[in-house]
């Protein structure tokens, strides 16, 4: 069942994820909390209402879109998962991505610019 | 929705309009929420009528011509409607509840239902349990560009 379409190649580099989750996980919470009210065409000629509730029970990601969930960084300096979560600030990941091929600048020099 | 033997008896919508008319009665329409141009925030609740977002500045709308159009757009498929429609149909109905009436308790996995955490879910929280319409829902995620290139998953 489609939830969500979340936009874009740009947008979606893993930056705030929690933004576009937010609709989804207010159904969520509604469903798990309060239950809505729904009614059963296979039970008494239709006529069964009962309280319906779901629980998220598992998760699916791919690798790179599992990091980005448990909040690691997937790009950049110590984008290696055995780095675990010893990794440094987002910005030193952008510092690297926008890096032109040809400087020479050294990245702890750059790290401090962020 | 459109059964293969009624597809001759029931002609297909003359127009786009009509056919979303009919989505929507079925419970099958989506919702648009605006959303910051950087993905700060969501333009709903207390915060839909601003016209900037409060934490960069950036506007919410750009002026195309005389009109207004939103910089970005979130399209929502709410969930709740679609698994209430799958209640109305008798023979969806009676499927919902399958996973209460055909357990194998030989202590193999067949299916789902075997597996440990479905139990824990089953003794932890007993009046969830007790209700046999009430489902277990997982999230998957698919399509995402961690790298913003094209060609990656």
Known sequence: MLSLIIPGEESMTGDNMDTYLQPLLEELQLFWHEGVWVRDAANFNGTFHFKFKTILMWYIYDFPTFRIMAGHVIKGYCRKPSFGLATKAKGVARVWAKRKPGSHITY?????KV | MLHPLKMNILPLPSNEYEASNTLKKLGLSYNVTHV???GHMLFCGQYENDQNCPQCGLAQYKIVGKSLVPQKVLRHFPI????????????QASVMTWHINNRNGDGMVHHATNFKQWCFIDEKWLDFTSEPHNIRLGLATDGINPFAEKHST
Not at chain 1, 108 to 112: A, D, P, T, V, W
């Open chain 2, 36 to 38: 910051c141009q950087k």
């Open chain 2, 80 to 91: 709740i409607p679609r698994l209430k429609r799958m209640y109305n149909t008798p023979g």
């Open chain 1, 108 to 112: 702890s020099r750059e790290c401090k």
